[in-house]
């Protein structure tokens, strides 16, 4: 039997995801994800000091001024940016910290590691959801 790869079982655990973005472009892939997950049923929470509001919630300067430990810490910043991600994300007891398609920092992925976080870097939330939901529901995979 095989084991259950962590994005899909990041996703099937989680209940609270905090969308961290630094970007004021609401056409950006952070914006279209974090509707997606809302929509998707997901308590999601948006972290972006750019922006005041975003789908309709408040948008907030860091991942430590939630109101709740959340699940997943997605992160859509540069990857020389991610260490402080990182570190709000440990700070603030997150479950996980997940790093978007094109996103890679050995580093920091080490030291989330290193506080008890898991990680998953490099792939995208919404097409991981995506599939998990297509293989459910018997719809096949996305190529």
């Known amino acids: 039997m095989s084991e259950e790869p962590l994005e899909r079982q990041l996703l099937r655990e989680a209940r609270t995801i905090a969308v961290v973005a630094r970007s004021a472009r609401t056409d950006r892939p952070w914006h279209d994800i974090a509707g997606y997950l809302i929509e998707a049923g997901y308590r999601v929470y948006l972290v972006n000091p750019l922006l005041g509001e975003a789908h309709g919630r408040r948008c907030y300067d860091s991942v430590g001024e939630l109101p709740e430990r959340v699940d997943i810490v997605d992160v859509f910043r540069l990857p020389w940016?991610?260490?402080?991600?990182?570190?709000?994300?440990?700070?603030?007891?997150?479950?996980?910290?997940?790093?978007?398609?094109?996103?890679?920092?050995?580093?920091?992925?080490?030291?989330?590691?290193?506080?008890?976080?898991?990680?998953?870097?490099?792939?995208?939330t919404k097409v991981d959801h995506m599939r998990m939901h297509a293989d459910a529901t018997g719809g096949g995979t996305l190529h």
């Open 81 to 124: 940016e991610t260490p402080e991600v990182v570190e709000d994300a440990i700070e603030a007891e997150a479950g996980a910290v997940w790093l978007q398609l094109g996103i890679v920092h050995d580093g920091a992925a080490a030291r989330a590691r290193d506080a008890g976080l898991r990680v998953v870097m490099d792939r995208c």
